[in-house]
């Protein structure tokens, strides 16, 4: 009970006030919201309504007209994705980023490749450590994929998605953002995708999860947030709320 406490008092991730314009739209208007250790939150909203552009202000991709963003007690300044990777959020989006025509090992390191001495003088990739690594941290999240040589583009949606799950873990992501996880996957590896998202919960990661299937928000998540014409209508526990309570905040169903 103390440790949860401690954690209510300490959140991750906080956001005040952010606010983005695109010319004459305001796309976010004026959100604030935080994220605790091994919380999952559910990000939902019609199309349109800012919660992409939310996540990728906290994600580099576009920078806040207004407001701030804190990663533990330092405010931070994100200017690319890149830097908000090095900072420890790591972003999952539909497409999943990886390179399809390079395996598993080599998309767990792009970029952050471990290198050894060949013959005392020249630096090489460590394959057999990348190999070995990568092992380890599949074994932790329970994820089995038989030949990690293969190309990417050889693996099932499913196997995908643990990949990129798999190098957020490995490189100790302290926040993880899940666009649409189980877009365009079949029932099995939806279910898959959501023990994922529950064993970073067990390790104390948190996940912020967008998507458009209720059932997914009421798999995994612990609040969820409603954003509607750039703005956050509701923050409310998930087990106070309905589906269709959901999709009538969504829509403004009983608005004058």
């Known amino acids: 009970m103390a440790t949860q ?5 300490n959140p991750v991730l ?24 091994g919380e999952v939150i559910g990000l939902v909203g019609d199309n349109g309504a800012g919660k992409s552009t939310l996540i990728k202000m906290v994600s580099g991709v576009y920078r806040p007209d207004e407001g701030h963003i804190y990663l533990g007690e330092q405010e931070i300044t994100v200017a690319s994705p890149m830097e908000a990777r090095s900072l420890g959020i790591e972003t999952i989006y539909q497409d999943l980023a990886l390179c399809e025509n390079l395996d598993a090992t ?21 394959r057999g450590l990348m190999l070995n690594e990568a092992q380890t941290v599949l074994n932790r999240l329970d994820i089995k994929i038989p030949n990690l040589r293969r190309p990417i ?27 649409e996880p189980t877009a365009a996957l079949g029932v099995p590896e939806q279910r898959k995708v959501h023990e994922l998202v529950r064993t970073l919960r067990s390790e104390n990661v948190p996940v ?22 750039g703005q956050k209508v509701a923050d409310v526990p998930a087990s106070t709320v309905t589906g269709d309570e959901l999709v009538a905040l969504m829509v403004g169903a009983g608005e004058a």
């Not at 406490?5 to 008092?9: E, S, V």
């Not at 004459?24 to 605790?36: C, K, P, W």
């Not at 912020?208 to 014409?229: E, G, K, L, P, T």
């Open 5 to 9: 406490d401690t954690n209510k008092r």
């Open 14 to 37: 906080r956001a005040t006030n952010l606010v983005k314009r695109f010319g004459g739209l305001t796309a976010v208007n004026d959100v604030s919201f935080e994220i605790y250790p």
């Open 106 to 126: 080599v998309n767990i390191f792009l970029g952050r490749e471990p290198t050894k001495r060949f013959l005392g003088l020249f630096k090489q990739v460590d």
């Open 153 to 179: 583009r050889q693996m099932s949606g499913g196997q995908r998605q643990a990949v990129a799950i798999a190098r957020a873990v490995y490189w100790n992501a302290r926040l993880v953002i899940m666009d």
């Open 208 to 229: 912020i999860v967008i998507s458009h299937n209720m059932q997914d928000v009421f798999a995994v998540a612990d609040r969820i947030i409603v954003m509607r014409r």
